[in-house]
């Protein structure tokens, strides 16, 4: 098949490419590089550098046929869109926007789109969430996500596009950016970690998370593109294991070797939850797809992955 990864150079994206294209895929990533990094594209993959939010850059697009559309761009930090609420407008959904113009001009491929936990807010007070609560954003972010989900609803009932919406809750795993301190509860705290000092904990530790591997956040988006059941619904992606934001820590710490990491709490950032978990039982009915790395497991992983690189450099 033909995949084209938006968002291709970042996190998840990046990940989403490499898998697709070891299942045998032809892959094209599209990204202006805003927050992913060019070296992060497979080499195997065809590379657009396009801004998503902007029209005339979709001439670009010019002679791509994809079979599957896998659109993960966007402004991903809740905390950036309050200061920036336009930027994340145009990135997520004036860019979602005109990828759907775009989309229906190429024949509707199927589109699997990186929704997000945000979309709840608090939920309806009770967790764990599910896709029949009341979405209440707190935070911009969720409400340019939430509107893309209506935008693409709106697309598949009038003008019979194929779309699938994914609320990821909180995505980790290796090669998370970890100079980006305002995107990614677990690399953020991870960076600190890593350099010995304190981790600054924006908000109450007592807060909880619902945090879900990359790797199974990839699978998710290849069961939902391969569903037909997912068509035209929003499905959770999270793992129901609930944690608090200070165990995570204390994990982490274990982890890499520092037992009983100091923590500074400081004020919240706008937007932020108390509480956020997940639950998955749609996505599981609809696809068979389910989590299979809870995060004790996922963080082994992290360190063991920083373990082997660090022996590579040792030994050039
Ligand atoms: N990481 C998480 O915990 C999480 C949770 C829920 C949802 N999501 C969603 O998953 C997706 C991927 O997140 P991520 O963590 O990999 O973030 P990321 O920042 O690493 O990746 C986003 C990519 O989109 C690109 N991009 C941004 N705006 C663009 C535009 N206008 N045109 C073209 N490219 C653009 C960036 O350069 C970057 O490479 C996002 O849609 C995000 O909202 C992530």
Known sequence: MNILVTGGAGFIGSHLARRALALGHAVTVVDNLSTGYRAQV????????????????????????PDVIFHLAAQSSGWISMDAPIRDLDDNLRATVLLTEWALSVGSPRLVFASTESVYGEGEGRAPFDEDMLPRPRSFYGCSKLACEHYL?????????????LRLFSVYGP????????????????????RGE???VKGPAERVRDLVIVD???????????????IGR?????TGEAVTVGDMIRRLGRAFGRDDHPI???????????????????MT????????????????????????????RRSA
């Open 216 to 230: 199974d956040v990839v699978e998710a988006f290849l069961a939902a593109a391969a569903a037909p059941a997912t």
């Open 42 to 65: 497979p080499d195997a993959a065809d590379f657009v550098y396009a801004d998503l939010g902007n029209p005339t850059h979709y001439l670009r697009m010019r002679g791509l046929a």
């Open 153 to 165: 609803r709106v697309a598949h009932r009038e003008l019979g596009l194929a779309p699938t919406s």
């Open 198 to 200: 304190p981790v600054t």
């Open 234 to 238: 929003e499905l959770n992606v999270c």
């Open 264 to 282: 500074a709490v400081e004020a919240g950032t706008p937007g932020d939850v108390f509480l956020s978990i997940g639950d998955h039982a749609r």
């Open 285 to 312: 009915a609809a696809t068979g797809w389910r989590p299979t790395v809870l995060l004790d497991d996922g963080i082994r992983r992290i360190a063991d992955a920083f373990a082997a690189a660090r022996d590579v």
């Open 175 to 194: 090669r998370q950016d970890l100079a980006n301190m305002r995107q990614g509860i677990l690399s953020i705290y991870l960076s600190y970690v890593l």
